[in-house]
């Protein structure tokens, strides 16, 4: 079954350190997004893909945030200079169009210390 | 106010007993899409169920069933001869029109333990 696959599983970075998260969509679906999840809190939207650009984002989606598909395969969610407070599991996710249902990567649970 | 309300945060049963997770949403769109998703404590998301607005008719699929009523904003979630396996954090959430459906609101989750 296709599937959604982000690396790496968990990545622990110092605060102020760039990081970039990576995700391979599932090969037919045009959207994609990411979502976080502090710990024990609710999954946030962060922001949503088309057609090679930003389609949405939320208010946690600043400056320090960006996206990029650098080639056919990729999604990439890259954190320019970490606080501690984006220290979640992060999710990726990928759908075929609009409201069909996202399928969700099995995360990448960062921590900045 | 919250989009999506799972008001219970925790609940617990036996093996076997059936057990049903309530979401209540809030739009002002008439169009609109509702989502069930299982987080078990492997942390990954797990796709259960979508329902559009224009689509009442409750679903069934093996112990899972989920009853979506317009005229209270709900969208319910049952399952049946609850399992061990069950036991999981489970999500309602919501797309909705005015955004292009492009995100997912979610609930703050519903944790359901299950024990033998």
């Known amino acids: 079954e296709p599937e959604v696959t982000q690396t790496p599983s968990h990545q622990v970075t110092q605060m102020g350190q760039e990081v970039i998260l990576r995700c391979v969509p599932i090969s037919n679906h045009l959207y994609f997004y990411w979502y976080r999840q502090i710990l024990g809190q609710k999954v946030e939207f962060l922001v949503s893909f088309y057609n090679n650009e930003i389609s949405e984002k939320s208010e946690i989606f600043d400056d320090q945030f960006s996206v990029e598909r650098p080639d056919g395969s990729n999604f990439t969610l890259k954190i320019r200079s970490t606080k501690l407070e984006d220290s979640a599991m992060y999710f990726c996710?990928?759908?075929?169009?609009?409201?069909?249902?996202?399928?969700f990567g099995q995360g990448t649970r960062l921590t900045v210390v | 106010a919250q989009k999506v309300t799972q008001a219970q945060t925790e609940i617990s049963v036996v093996e076997k007993e059936d057990v049903t997770l309530d979401c209540v949403y809030e739009?002002?769109?008439?169009?609109?899409?509702l989502f069930w998703y299982k987080q078990p404590p492997s942390g990954e998301l797990v796709f259960l169920i979508r329902?559009?607005?224009?689509?009442?008719q409750n679903e069934i699929s093996g112990r899972y069933s989920w009853n979506f009523q317009k005229s209270t904003s709900s969208f319910n979630f049952t399952i049946t001869a609850s399992q061990v396996v069950d036991s999981a954090v489970y999500f309602c959430a919501l797309s909705e029109a005015y955004q292009g459906y492009s995100t997912l609101t979610f609930g703050k989750g519903t944790m359901l333990l299950v024990s033998p």
């Open positions: 329902r559009n607005s224009f689509d009442e």
């Open positions: 739009t002002r769109d008439t169009t609109y899409y």
């Open positions: 996710a990928s759908s075929e169009r609009e409201g069909l249902g996202a399928f």
